[in-house]
């Protein structure tokens, strides 16, 4: 970012916005899960092994690692966000993916245009901004639902932003 282009810390916000992906499961509830789970593939494991199957014990226990592992992976991803913010002469978007690294794109708000692909079952499949050559997709992660919502609100600001 130049200089020139450092935004006004003290300039009036008109939006903004922090994306999250949603998790259903949150953490009681994947220890539940787990903990059941577990439990049945023990019981199960020990039932084999008591007829002397004793190679699908292990099994058993192989597959609540693999869960454990992909809700794990699944978690992880979880942690990713994206901030949107829209000022009148800056709009920001600050991507943060799961590992921690952060990500600043900035657009002047005046030359920037917002892309929203829909479908006419599943509503917004894409949004992107694009501006100076540039283009950045934003909450990919979201549901259609709150696509719907945020591509209705952030439209909504950036022309705003351009009436002036």
């Not at 099994?59 to 992976?73: E, P």
């Not at 030359?111 to 990919?140: C, K, L, P, Q």
Request: glycine share 8%; no cysteine; aromatic share 12%.
């Amino acid at each position: 970012m130049h200089p020139e282009e450092e935004p006004n810390i003290n300039e009036q916000l008109l939006f903004r916005a922090l994306l999250t992906p949603y998790r259903s499961l949150g953490k009681l509830g994947f220890t539940l899960m787990m903990l059941t789970f577990g439990f049945v593939s023990l019981v199960t494991g020990l039932v084999f092994l008591s007829h002397g199957a004793w190679p699908v014990f292990g099994y058993f226990g192989l597959d609540v690692l693999l869960l454990w592992l992909a809700f794990r992976y699944n978690n992880r991803a979880a942690l990713a966000s994206e901030e949107v913010s829209i000022s009148r002469t800056l709009l920001l978007i600050r991507k943060t993916s799961p590992r921690g690294k952060v990500q600043e794109i900035t657009y002047n708000p005046f030359w920037t245009r917002f892309d929203v692909r829909r479908h006419h079952e599943y509503g917004v499949t894409h949004m992107a901004v694009s501006g100076s050559g540039n283009t950045t997709e934003i909450g990919a992660f979201l549901n259609p639902e709150d696509r719907e919502t945020f591509a209705t609100e952030f439209g909504r600001a950036l022309a705003t932003t351009k009436l002036g």
